[in-house]
């Protein structure tokens, strides 16, 4: 009685768990899109990063860049929450293409960051756990410190930024 009844609560809050399934598309750096075993499609919004928006300078390479970690692939994301668009949050998990014994052990959301593809998403970092906000920080400064991708412009433009049309 106490599980039937927890599960009509979760189900009543809209309150959602993990999802495994193949990554069907990319929209973007930071968005994919992923259908589970049920063919049930998910919109996924990468949580702890904002990638240049299309467009943008180096929004079709964070694109492509995303797209060769996960295109096709079956990956596991770990979520528990929506956007106020209806888009699942959360953080994405492949098999590294280097590491075929590997298992589901890339962070794409981190890879991103790292290879300088996307930002670390400061505005949220309150909903990472502390050891995801230093990873993703320390990501963020060795790109911006290596100069790989976004970071190889001398004045790059944040997201958020670009999005409110401060270009």
């Not at 079956?74 to 098999?95: M, N």
Request: hydrophobic residues 35%; aromatic residues 8%.
């Amino acid at each position: 009685m106490r599980l039937t009844a927890l599960v009509l609560l979760l189900a009543a809050t809209g309150a959602l768990a993990d999802i495994t399934g193949r990554v069907v598309s990319v929209t973007d750096g930071d968005t994919i899109k992923v259908l589970d075993s049920t063919k049930t499609q998910y919109k996924v919004r990468l949580t702890g990063i904002d990638a240049p928006e299309r467009g943008q300078p180096f929004g079709t390479a964070s694109k492509d860049n995303l797209s060769r970690m996960v295109a096709g692939k079956e990956v596991f994301v770990e979520s528990d929450k929506k956007d106020r668009y209806g888009r699942v949050l959360g953080k994405v998990w492949v098999q590294p293409s280097d590491c075929p014994a590997c298992g589901k052990t890339l962070d794409t959301n981190h890879a991103q960051v790292l290879a300088g593809m996307a930002w670390w998403y400061r505005y949220y970092a309150r909903e990472q756990s502390p050891e995801d906000r230093g990873r993703y920080e320390s990501a963020e400064d060795e790109a911006k410190a290596r100069n790989w991708g976004l970071w190889a412009d001398p004045n790059p433009i944040n997201p958020y930024d670009w999005r409110k049309g401060k270009r």
